[in-house]
């Protein structure tokens, strides 16, 4: 079968997609469940339905779109990704796993394949932590990695729920029916940018990534002793900033300390209460990301910054708190799905090597219901999270090809 990607047809999605932001261009700020998060899922529904897809949306926003198979009551074959996107974002994180699912649809479909199983796109809810705090909303819940009733109390900078904002969106089904049944995908791969410079620092097209770093985020909250910035004298402050200063250091050091490459620490949010030029912090909100493709190294970086943060609350005399907000393990691939995705790079003459992923996706929480595979295509200078993301149309013609000869091979009854 002859797989022709529509090259300039999907680069015009991804343009498409791109305006539904709230900055300028072009950066992208794509918030769940904001005004323009529903516009870009009503433009993306749309686009699927023109395809001949059947869509249904469950009771968080997760958006399944499915090619009926041949022998539809066989477990399907999935892939997808997300289309939520930081502040000041670009067009192209998790955007690629979507509209390029799609195009290898309609690819697929164009060469006359007709797919035993089927073959779902899912957009999933909230990738992006930005909202309600934590990352994979849509597939924890999918996967039953986060309950039913922890996801409705998450809540917003507003202070609003999960439970109550999703409703507004116009989500009203009940959380508890979020969950897949056992045995919904036979295999998912997600195709993504790498969000790192190794692929195009190689001069190779696609990556096969063989796992997914382990993540964890906490919160730290330290709480001092304000005052006015004049009248109090220096001896004896117990200046909470000062306080955070010392940690977020600490866990520079110390996710450095480990020597391995894999080890990532990165304090993203510093709030500052009450943030005033001339009174002294009494209050700051740390949040903490902590990632490592071993899982017993990043939860003993983990258990180090909680005695440092110990030992530095005892020498300033402020109280430091540190609470969890998600405490993952890492994500293997399956071979047999890795096998595919070689066969298919093989079969299509474009270069790949194997890779992991220290960005986490929506797929490391499918891992725990189904076999995975990821494929990344090269981003400009490795860069991701910025308004310069950048893959050229060429690179993501590349991954979908492969993606479709992969979805095509999966969706075979046969397998597995
Ligand atoms: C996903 O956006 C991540 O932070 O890895
Ligand atoms: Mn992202
Ligand atoms: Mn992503």
Same mark, same amino acid.
């Given at each position: 079968?002859?797989?022709?990607?529509?090259?300039?047809?999907?680069?015009?999605?991804?343009?498409?997609?791109?305006?539904?932001?709230?900055?300028?261009?072009p950066?992208?700020? @794509? &918030?769940v469940?904001?005004?323009q998060?529903?516009?870009?899922r009503?433009?993306?529904?749309?686009?699927?339905?023109?395809?001949?897809?059947?869509?249904?949306?469950?009771?968080?926003?997760?958006?399944?779109?499915?090619?009926?198979?041949?022998?539809?009551?066989?477990?399907?074959?999935?892939?997808?990704?997300? &289309?939520?996107?930081?502040?000041?974002?670009?067009?192209?994180?998790?955007?690629?796993?979507?509209?390029?699912?799609?195009?290898?649809?309609?690819?697929?479909?164009?060469?006359?394949?007709?797919?035993?199983? $089927?073959?779902?796109?899912?957009?999933?809810?909230?990738e992006?932590?930005?909202?309600?705090?934590?990352?994979?909303?849509?597939?924890?819940?999918?996967s039953?990695?986060?309950?039913?009733?922890?996801?409705?109390?998450?809540?917003?900078?507003?202070g609003?729920t999960?439970?109550?904002?999703?409703?507004?969106?116009?989500?009203?089904?009940?959380?508890?029916?979020?969950?897949?049944?056992?045995?919904?995908?036979?295999?998912?791969?997600?195709?993504?940018?790498?969000?790192?410079?190794?692929?195009?620092?190689?001069?190779?097209?696609?990556?096969?990534?063989?796992?997914?770093?382990?993540?964890a $985020?906490?919160?730290?909250?330290?709480?001092?002793?304000?005052?006015?910035a004049?009248?109090?004298?220096?001896?004896?402050?117990?200046?909470?900033?000062?306080?955070?200063?010392?940690?977020?250091?600490?866990?520079?050091?110390?996710?450095?300390?480990?020597?391995?490459?894999?080890?990532?620490?990165?304090?993203g949010?510093?709030?500052?209460?009450?943030?005033?030029?001339?009174s002294?912090?009494?209050?700051?909100?740390?949040?903490?990301?902590?990632?490592?493709?071993?899982?017993a190294? @990043?939860?003993?970086?983990?258990?180090?910054i909680?005695?440092?943060?110990?030992?530095?609350?005892?020498?300033?005399?402020?109280?430091?708190?540190?609470?969890?907000?998600? &405490?993952?393990?890492?994500?293997?691939?399956?071979?047999?799905?890795?096998?595919?995705?070689?066969?298919?790079?093989?079969?299509?003459?474009?270069?790949?090597r194997?890779?992991?992923?220290?960005?986490?996706?929506d797929s490391?929480?499918?891992?725990?219901?189904?076999p995975?595979?990821?494929?990344?295509?090269?981003?400009?200078?490795?860069v991701?999270?910025?308004?310069?993301?950048?893959?050229?149309?060429?690179?993501? $013609? @590349?991954?979908?090809?492969?993606?479709?000869?992969?979805?095509a091979?999966?969706?075979a009854? @046969?397998?597995?």
């Amino acid at each position: 079968m002859i797989i022709e990607i529509d090259q300039n047809r999907l680069n015009g999605d991804i343009e498409a997609l791109a305006a539904f932001s709230d900055a300028e261009a072009p950066a992208v700020t @794509r &918030v769940v469940f904001s005004e323009q998060d529903a516009k870009a899922r009503a433009c993306l529904k749309e686009r699927c339905r023109e395809a001949g897809l059947a869509t249904r949306e469950d009771a968080v926003g997760n958006t399944f779109a499915r090619w009926v198979g041949t022998s539809a009551a066989l477990p399907a074959v999935g892939t997808g990704s997300h &289309v939520d996107a930081i502040p000041h974002a670009g067009k192209y994180d998790g955007v690629v796993g979507v509209l390029g699912g799609l195009e290898a649809i309609r690819a697929l479909q164009r060469g006359g394949f007709r797919p035993e199983r $089927s073959i779902e796109l899912v957009i999933f809810t909230s990738e992006e932590p930005t909202r309600f705090g934590i990352g994979c909303l849509g597939s924890r819940l999918m996967s039953g990695t986060l309950t039913p009733s922890a996801a409705a109390a998450l809540q917003d900078p507003e202070g609003d729920t999960l439970e109550v904002v999703r409703k507004r969106a116009g989500f009203s089904g009940s959380l508890n029916e979020v969950r897949l049944p056992e045995n919904y995908y036979s295999a998912w791969v997600e195709l993504h940018i790498e969000q790192g410079p190794i692929l195009e620092r190689e001069g190779i097209s696609l990556g096969l990534v063989t796992s997914i770093a382990a993540p964890a $985020s906490f919160r730290i909250t330290i709480e001092g002793e304000g005052g006015h910035a004049g009248g109090r004298l220096m001896p004896g402050r117990r200046d909470a900033l000062c306080a955070a200063a010392e940690t977020i250091l600490a866990v520079e050091r110390i996710a450095l300390g480990t020597g391995a490459i894999d080890t990532v620490g990165t304090v993203g949010i510093c709030q500052v209460h009450p943030g005033a030029v001339n009174s002294i912090p009494s209050r700051v909100q740390l949040a903490v990301d902590l990632r490592d493709t071993d899982a017993a190294r @990043r939860d003993k970086v983990l258990r180090e910054i909680e005695a440092t943060c110990n030992e530095v609350g005892a020498s300033r005399g402020v109280s430091i708190k540190l609470e969890t907000i998600n &405490v993952d393990p890492p994500a293997q691939s399956s071979p047999r799905i890795l096998a595919a995705l070689t066969a298919a790079c093989e079969h299509e003459g474009i270069t790949f090597r194997t890779m992991v992923s220290r960005a986490y996706h929506d797929s490391s929480f499918i891992a725990q219901i189904a076999p995975i595979a990821m494929l990344f295509i090269p981003c400009r200078d490795g860069v991701s999270h910025r308004p310069d993301e950048y893959s050229s149309p060429e690179e993501i $013609s @590349r991954g979908v090809q492969v993606l479709a000869r992969t979805l095509a091979s999966l969706s075979a009854g @046969r397998e597995s």
